[in-house]
T-cell receptor, first 111, second 115 residues
């Protein structure tokens, strides 16, 4: 089955700097890669996703890149703000299989 | 529109006791999922309902876990008897779209602590 590895487990950045979180996956059949953000006391919420027919997708300060050959995808947050502080999870799936999540990255943005 | 709601938000029980977690999905969402996160680890899939039917229960740890979704509305997840390793946060999620890449909407989770 699918296995998703996520790094780093914790990340601290100064406000205004960029943050990058990286994930690798094992199943070459995976074709959908969402990113979820979990704020304290809340459930995970989808912030951006990418499908295997696209190499990069951007939404304001958030971007995701996908390298199918290497089986890895990354989340990029630019101009970080304190409200970006949260736990971020990457995930992967193929077809109707369940989403498989990474272990999460705790991002702290220091003002 | 109400989101996914879960109850209780936190439960503390002793080993050997029983706990029942409840999830109310978003109205109209036929797909309901249970996931669990043990501290510091990944959010791990437990099972998937389509309406009242179990579509995939490959992630259920063992027969101490029983999930139901009578009538295709809310779902319950019962742990009986609870063991120490069952501690974690149990998330419920729902989605409208079955096939492909429908967004999962998560509840806030039920934190289970087994002493």
């Amino acid at each position: 089955g699918e296995n998703v590895e996520q790094h780093p487990s914790t990340l601290s950045v100064q406000e205004g700097d960029s943050a990058v979180i990286k994930c690798t996956y094992s199943d070459s059949a995976s074709n959908y890669f969402p990113w979820y953000k979990q704020e304290l006391g809340k459930g995970p919420q989808l912030i951006i996703d990418i499908r295997s027919n696209v190499g990069e997708k951007k939404d304001q300060r958030i971007a995701v890149t996908l390298n199918k050959t290497a089986k890895h995808f990354s989340l990029h947050i630019t101009e970080t703000q304190p409200e970006d502080s949260a736990v971020y999870f990457c995930a992967a799936k193929s077809g109707n299989t369940p989403l498989v999540f990474g272990k999460g990255t705790r991002l702290s943005v220091i003002a | 529109e109400a989101g996914v709601t879960q109850f209780p938000s936190h439960s503390v029980i002793e080993k050997g006791q029983t706990v029942t977690l409840r999830c109310d999905p978003i109205s109209g969402h036929d797909n309901l999922y249970w996931y669990r996160r043990v501290m510091g680890k990944e959010i791990k899939f437990l099972l998937h309902f389509v309406k009242e039917s179990k579509q995939d229960e490959s992630g259920m740890p063992n027969n101490r876990f029983l999930a139901e979704r009578t009538g295709g509305t809310y779902s319950t997840l019962k742990v009986q008897p609870a063991e120490l390793e069952d501690s974690g946060v149990y998330f419920c999620a729902s989605s409208k779209q079955l096939r492909g890449t429908g967004e999962l909407f998560f509840g806030e989770g039920s934190r289970l602590t087994v002493l």
